[in-house]
C-alpha cells in the first residue's frame, strides 16, 4: 500500500530554514505528481507546492512563493520542500501528499502523517 513518510521538521526561529523530506513507497513513485499541504493549529488543510511527476513543473501557492522550493528526486523516490525565510504563519504541520496522475491538475489520493514546524524565537 501506500506508504508516505515525512521527516525534517522542527523548531526554527523566524527567518531561518529548514528542509523537508518525504520518503515514498507502496507505489510506482515517478508516475505520479506530489503535493506539500499544511495545517495550521485551528485551521483547516491549506495546499501549499505541486510538482509533476518528471518535476518538469512546479506550483505554488502565493503565501510561499519565493520563499520555498519543491523538488524531488525519482531514482530515491523522495520529495522535498525547501522552506526559507521562515514566519510565523508557516508554523503547521507538514504533510506529503500524493496526487492521482502525473500532472498537478490532479486531485490527492493519499497523505503522510505529517511533520511540525514550529516558527518561534
Known amino acids: 500500500q501506500v506508504q508516505l513518510v515525512e521527516s525534517g521538521g522542527g523548531l526554527v526561529q523566524p527567518g531561518g530554514s529548514l528542509r523537508l523530506s518525504c520518503a515514498a513507497s507502496?507505489?510506482?513513485?515517478?508516475?505520479?505528481?506530489m503535493s506539500w499541504v499544511r495545517q495550521a493549529p485551528g485551521k483547516g488543510l491549506e495546499w501549499v507546492a505541486s510538482?509533476?511527476?518528471?518535476?518538469?513543473?512546479?506550483t505554488y501557492s502565493d503565501s510561499v512563493k519565493g520563499r520555498f522550493t519543491i523538488s524531488r528526486d525519482n531514482a530515491k523516490k523522495t520529495l522535498y520542500l525547501q522552506m526559507n525565510s521562515l514566519q510565523s504563519e508557516d508554523a503547521a504541520v507538514y504533510y506529503c501528499?500524493?496526487?492521482?496522475?502525473?500532472?498537478?491538475?490532479?486531485?490527492?489520493?493519499?497523505r503522510g502523517q505529517g511533520t511540525q514546524v514550529i516558527v518561534s524565537s
Open positions: 501528499a500524493k496526487l492521482e496522475g502525473a500532472t498537478i491538475s490532479n486531485r490527492v489520493s493519499d
Open positions: 510538482i509533476s511527476n518528471g518535476a518538469y513543473r512546479t
Open positions: 507502496g507505489f510506482t513513485f515517478h508516475l505520479y505528481a
